[in-house]
């Protein structure tokens, strides 16, 4: 078996889990001009790089993760509309500080396809305070993605998986009430009676992944570790494999799904997607 070195990670409902109602993209604030922002710090040897754009999508790549490739994923939430807000309060020139200091960062902005760039340090004198607070927010989202985490089993439960779904599109989404779950669930086996796994929604939602339709079976989803840290963030691993070497998969289409029942947490959660390949008669 092969696992992919590539990671994938999917942040959902960060803090408060608000606005996680059947989340598969990110709010969007209409009035809101901006396109990405990213936050750069430090030189080559120690260093971290994130930028998010309005629809949620981040990348982070830091030389913590000991030369893994970006983590990509989704922010949502209550966290991306308080982005939104502290970018809207930045000046609208540029930036840049007086002087020189070690912990100099650079943050730019696109709107509508102009670039503004903003560049200040924690010694500076006269740093706008909209500078700062942008700075801090992006800053602490990288720190807690990056933060060490230990096993936690109890926190995540498998309600269902196969090979066989009516929804044919690859989708992730996150359910907070017994409704949204009814729904899909019809959605996912129409024609029948819709029976509803036991979740405890005070204490928990559903995360439900479907990978699409394959051309062939020897594909599957299945829950790997579940990770927690002391920042509350929860990192749930999610294995997807496929056929490899000396495989003769049946013709047969397929459509693996995998519904789970993940623990709420005071932090966030975060989808961590593994790769693996699975070679035949060798």
Not at 69 to 86: F, I, K, Q, V
Not at 185 to 206: K, M, S, Y
């Amino acid at each position: 078996m092969m696992r992919s070195v590539s990671m994938t990670i999917l942040a959902v409902c960060a803090l408060t889990w608000v606005g996680c109602a059947s989340q598969t993209t990110a709010p969007e604030d209409e009035s809101s001009s901006w396109n990405w922002v990213r936050l750069h710090e430090g030189d080559t040897d120690s260093y971290s790089d994130l930028s998010i754009g309005a629809n949620g999508e981040f990348a982070l790549d830091s030389s913590s993760r000991g030369g893994e490739s970006p983590a990509r994923g989704l922010l949502a939430g209550e966290r991306l509309e308080t982005l939104a807000r502290l970018i809207g309060d930045l000046p609208l020139e540029t930036y840049s500080a007086q002087g020189s200091c070690e912990d100099e960062y650079v943050l730019s902005v696109t709107r509508d396809g102009s670039l503004r760039t903003y560049r200040g340090s924690d010694c500076a004198e006269g740093t706008p305070a909209s500078l700062t607070s942008l700075r801090d927010f992006l800053a602490g989202f990288a720190a807690e993605i990056d933060e060490p985490q230990r096993l936690d089993a109890g926190a995540v439960r498998v309600l269902a998986s196969g090979s066989t779904s009516a929804i044919r599109t690859a989708r992730e989404v996150v359910l907070d009430d017994r409704d949204e779950l009814f729904a899909l669930i019809r959605e996912h086996r129409p024609g029948g009676i819709v029976a509803l796994p036991p979740v405890d929604f005070r204490n928990e939602v559903v995360v439900a992944i479907f990978a699409g339709e394959k051309q062939s079976d020897g594909y599957s989803l299945s829950h790997g570790a579940t990770l927690s840290g002391d920042n509350g963030w929860l990192t749930v691993q999610i294995i997807s494999t496929e056929p490899g070497r000396g495989c003769e998969p049946a013709s047969t289409k397929t459509q693996p799904f995998l519904l789970l029942a993940v623990a709420r947490t005071e932090g966030g959660m975060v989808l961590d997607h593994i790769s693996e390949v699975e070679d035949c008669g060798f």
